[in-house]
C-alpha cells in the first residue's frame, strides 16, 4: 500500500549528464514537494507544486527543475549534476499547504550518485 | 531567519532511562512544529504535532513559546525508538538536521 513512491531508489550519473528522479503518489493529494538531503544535514526543501502552480525556492540552483504533468506524478530534473549534487532526493506530499493542521507524506528517497 | 536547531546529533541512552530530544526554533509568528522520526531503512514519518497535544508511542512535546522550544520527551526509552528524529517548522518547510536516537538494552 505504498503511498508514495520513488524511482528509481538508487542512481548513478556522471558528471554534466543530465538526470531524472521520479516521484508518483496514490494519495490524490494537491501538493508535492521535492527535499535535498546530503549526508548529516538536514532535508532542504528545493521547490513544491500546488496543484500546477510551481514554487521556488529562493536558493535553489536553476540547475533543478520540476515537472508535474498530472496530479500524481512528479518529475525532478537535474540538467547538469555536478559531484556536490550527490544526495537523497526526497519527494513528499501533502493534501493541502495552508490551514491547520496538514502532514507530508514523505517517499523512500532516491539516492544519487554523481561519477 | 526561519530556523530549527537541534543541539545534539547523537543521543545514547539505555533501555527505560528518560529521553529528551531537544528543538529550538528560530520564527517570528505563531509557529506550528512538528517532529518527524526515520526508523532504519524505512521512509520519514510523522512523529506527531503540537497543534494535537497527542502522545504517540509514549512520546509528547510541549511548546514553550517563551524558550523557542519544542523538545521531544518520553519518560521510559525503549529499544525500538532507536532512530533518526527530525523537528520541523511547518510554515517554512524548514527540518533541523536531526539527533539519532540510540536505546541499548
Known amino acids: 500500500d505504498a503511498m508514495v513512491i520513488q524511482n528509481p531508489r538508487y542512481q548513478v550519473t556522471q558528471f554534466g549528464k543530465p538526470v531524472t528522479l521520479s516521484c508518483s503518489q496514490t494519495?490524490?493529494?494537491?501538493?508535492m514537494y521535492w527535499y535535498q538531503q546530503k549526508s548529516s544535514q538536514a532535508p532542504k526543501l528545493l521547490f513544491h507544486y500546488y496543484d500546477k502552480d510551481f514554487n521556488n525556492e529562493a536558493d535553489t540552483p536553476d540547475n533543478f527543475q520540476s515537472r508535474r504533468p498530472n496530479t500524481s506524478f512528479c518529475f525532478l530534473d537535474i540538467r547538469s549534476p555536478g559531484l556536490g549534487d550527490a544526495a537523497m532526493y526526497l519527494c513528499a506530499t501533502s493534501r493541502d499547504r495552508s490551514g491547520s493542521p496538514y502532514e507530508q507524506y514523505f517517499g523512500p528517497g532516491t539516492r544519487l550518485t554523481v561519477t | 531567519a526561519q530556523r530549527v536547531t537541534q543541539p545534539e546529533k547523537l543521543l545514547s541512552v539505555f533501555k527505560g532511562a528518560p529521553v529528551e530530544l531537544k528543538c529550538n526554533y528560530s520564527?517570528?509568528?505563531?509557529?506550528?512544529l512538528f517532529w518527524y522520526v526515520q526508523y532504519s531503512r524505512q521512509r520519514l514519518q510523522l512523529l506527531l504535532r503540537h497543534i494535537s497535544r497527542e502522545s504517540i508511542k509514549g512520546f509528547t512535546a510541549d511548546l514553550n513559546k517563551g524558550e523557542t522550544s519544542f523538545h521531544l520527551k518520553k519518560p521510559f526509552a525503549q529499544e525500538e525508538d532507536s532512530a533518526m528524529y527530525y523537528c520541523a517548522l511547518l510554515q517554512k518547510l524548514v527540518f533541523g538536521t536531526g539527533t539519532r536516537l540510540l536505546v541499548s538494552p
Open positions: 494519495l490524490n493529494h494537491n501538493v
Open positions: 520564527y517570528s509568528g505563531s509557529p506550528e
